[in-house]
């Protein structure tokens, strides 16, 4: 049994737009969450408490037809169904940690860039 997703596990990520991005917007993050094993649909809804509960069944659906992610649904009553990566979506470990230290370097400076360009924007 995986232990329970820590509810503040996204709390110190910007909000937006992340400066790089693997699929949709909640893709890196529904992988983070999934890298213990698998997971039933509430427990991912827990530390990914600005998604809708539609969006993030869109996001897996997208996520399975891209082959990072399985469904499984068992025959229980109530019905029990779980996300788990699969081997491919294993692979994104080492180019996601990659992007995480350069976001956490990088962060302040596309925030000011985003800023500068969003005020230039605006002033035109």
Request: aromatic share 6%; net charge positive.
């Amino acid at each position: 049994m995986t232990r329970p997703l820590d509810p503040d596990m996204f709390a110190g990520c910007a909000p937006g737009r992340p400066p790089i991005q693997i699929g949709g917007k909640w893709t890196v993050k529904i992988i983070i969450c999934l890298a213990d094993g698998p997971r039933r649909f509430s427990e991912l809804l827990v530390p990914l408490r600005r998604i809708t509960p539609k969006t993030l069944a869109a996001s897996l659906r997208s996520m399975e037809r891209d082959g990072l992610v399985s469904r499984t649904a068992y025959a229980e009553n109530p019905p029990r169904v779980e996300y788990a990566l699969t081997s491919l979506g294993r692979t994104l470990f080492d180019p996601l940690a990659a992007a995480s230290t350069w976001t956490s370097a990088h962060l302040p400076d596309v925030l000011a860039a985003r800023a500068a360009h969003d005020a230039g924007a605006a002033l035109s």
